[in-house]
């Protein structure tokens, strides 16, 4: 199949939130490569807000049979204002993450940033909500795939945050509760032991496969810090993260 004929699909499925099947299971050829051209195609007329990052975790990588994370773009017609509620009915089986979330302060790119640089770039590190969505049944895919569907990307809430010399960002903890329900409990650490070092990663794969970096005013979702918790109407998220607050999802 053609990457323009895959682009079209996987845009096709978001607008009318069907389900489809993993183009790899008819064209294993299908590669992250391949993946992220349909994803450059995508990406071309829209508004990009900022960049997110998917399986930051080795437990997460070994699911998907691969042994790096994978990037994706945020779209500026997906960020939900805090308090605002989020309508499921657009989404096929959203589900929702935690997530450290850096607001670049200035221009950042090249083949060997580090964390270190990373930091001295980041204007706020702020506590998030990501809404992911799989446009495949039963969120099955191989990597191909996911670089293709824009690594399962939904809607995002970004709060107000904090100066990054003030936080130990590996020791960060958050707690994430569904309905006044614990589901799980994390730190900075789970998110490839260092956040600010998955976006270092995230800027020397820009630079190596799209000639960029990240942007002033940009935001970077550093990936999940627990797992997806499942979503439905009538649920309520909330993400406590200590020093920075927080953040709640209402859905409906």
Not at 33 to 40: E, F, K, S
Not at 62 to 74: A, E, K
Not at 129 to 155: C, H, K, Q, V, W
Not at 227 to 248: K, N, Q, R, W, Y
Request: glycine content about 10%; charged content about 20%; some cysteine.
């Amino acid at each position: 199949m053609q990457l323009d004929e895959i682009a079209r699909r996987l845009d096709e499925a978001r607008q009318n939130a069907s389900a489809i099947t993993p183009f790899s299971d008819a064209d294993p050829e299908l590669d992250m490569t391949a993946g992220y051209r349909v994803q450059r195609r995508r990406r071309a007329e829209r508004t990009i807000a900022g960049w997110k990052l998917a399986l930051t975790s080795r437990a997460k990588q070994q699911q998907v049979g691969v042994d790096t994370p994978l990037y994706g773009f945020l779209e500026a017609g997906d960020a939900l204002d805090p308090g605002q509620s989020m309508n499921l009915d657009a989404l096929i089986a959203p589900r929702a993450e935690p997530e450290l979330v850096f607001v670049m302060g200035d221009d950042i790119a090249g083949p060997s940033v580090t964390a270190v640089q990373v930091l001295a770039a980041t204007a706020t590190i702020a506590p998030g909500i990501e809404i992911i969505d799989s446009r495949y049944r039963d969120y099955r895919f191989a990597p191909g795939d996911l670089a293709a569907d824009n690594t399962s990307a939904g809607a995002y809430l970004v709060g107000p945050g904090g100066v990054p010399q003030n936080l130990d960002l590996p020791r960060l903890g958050v707690v994430l509760t569904k309905n006044g329900e614990l589901v799980e409990t994390a730190a900075g650490a789970a998110v490839m032991g260092h956040p600010a070092a998955a976006v270092a990663w995230l800027v020397r794969q820009l630079h190596v496969h799209e000639g960029m970096g990240l942007q002033r005013g940009q935001v970077v979702m550093s990936g999940g810090l627990t797992s997806a918790v499942p979503i439905s109407a009538g649920d309520t998220v909330t993400a406590e993260f200590a020093h920075l607050g927080a953040l709640t999802l209402i859905c409906r």
